[in-house]
T-cell receptor, first 114, second 112 residues
Framework: AQSVTQLDSQVPVFEEAPVELRCNYS??????LFWYVQYPNQGLQLLLK??????LVKGINGFEAEFNKSQTSFHLRKPSVHISDTAEYFC????????????FGTGTRLQVFP | GAGVSQSPSNKVTEKGKDVELRCDPI?????LYWYRQSLGQGLEFLIY????????KSGLPSDRFSAERTGGSVSTLTIQRTQQEDSAVYLC??????????FGPGTRLTVL
């Protein structure tokens, strides 16, 4: 079985400051890793994904994440946030079959203040 | 192109009534998923379709929940005899072979 832990339910940060949203996973098999963002009253949008290759993955809107197999982590980072980054962020894992379901963490609410 | 669409966007029903939620996936996407997002449980997988068949129904919470997909396209999630704990946002996603699931805007279900 797979599971995802997002320890921070809320992360407040000032505009233009750097941010890191933490994600740890547990799995007995290899997994794919994803970060999704959900803006208010909208569906989920893929930010980035790790399937294989380089452990540093770059996504949309200036976000990046690093896969660390030894620490079973996939933390999301952005060097300088904007007000518009205020949203809920979900980390997810899936098995290696390209039709496998996603297992989500509980989400982290990023609140960017001016 | 058009994304995943869901209808209705909001549904308010009385306890004990049946409801049907609809999902129109992206054209050509063979895989379709239903998830539920609620305050107490976060984002939970419900059911997965490949074409018209459902090889994974493991997330359906009870036998009051069922889903079907016809023509390899539109899917309907049916909840019979709704309970207040069914109140949630029901999300649909579709994918092709890219390991990326594209999500619809969801249906917010409120059971009074």
């Amino acid at each position: 079985a797979q599971s995802v832990t997002q320890l921070d339910s809320q992360v407040p940060v000032f505009e233009e400051a750097p941010v890191e949203l933490r994600c740890n996973y547990s799995s007995s098999v290899s997994v794919y890793l994803f970060w999704y963002v959900q803006y208010p009253n909208q569906g989920l949008q893929l930010l980035l994904k790790y399937l294989s290759g380089s452990t540093l993955v770059k996504g949309i809107n200036g976000f990046e994440a690093e896969f660390n197999k030894s620490q079973t982590s996939f933390h999301l980072r952005k060097p300088s946030v904007h007000i518009s980054d205020t949203a809920e962020y979900f980390c997810a894992v899936s098995g290696l079959d390209n039709t496998d379901k996603l297992i989500f963490g509980t989400g982290t609410r990023l609140q960017v203040f001016p | 192109g058009a994304g995943v669409s869901q209808s209705p966007s909001n549904k308010v029903t009385e306890k004990g009534k049946d409801v049907e939620l609809r999902c129109d996936p992206i054209s050509g996407h063979t895989a379709l998923y239903w998830y539920r997002q609620s305050l107490g449980q976060g984002l939970e997988f419900l059911i997965y379709f490949q074409g018209n068949s459902a090889p994974d129904k493991s997330g359906l919470p009870s036998d009051r929940f069922s889903a079907e997909r016809t023509g390899g396209s539109v899917s309907t999630l049916t909840i019979q005899r709704t309970q207040q704990e069914d109140s949630a946002v029901y999300l649909c996603a579709s994918s092709s072979t890219s390991n990326e699931q594209f999500f619809g805007p969801g249906t917010r279900l409120t059971v009074l």
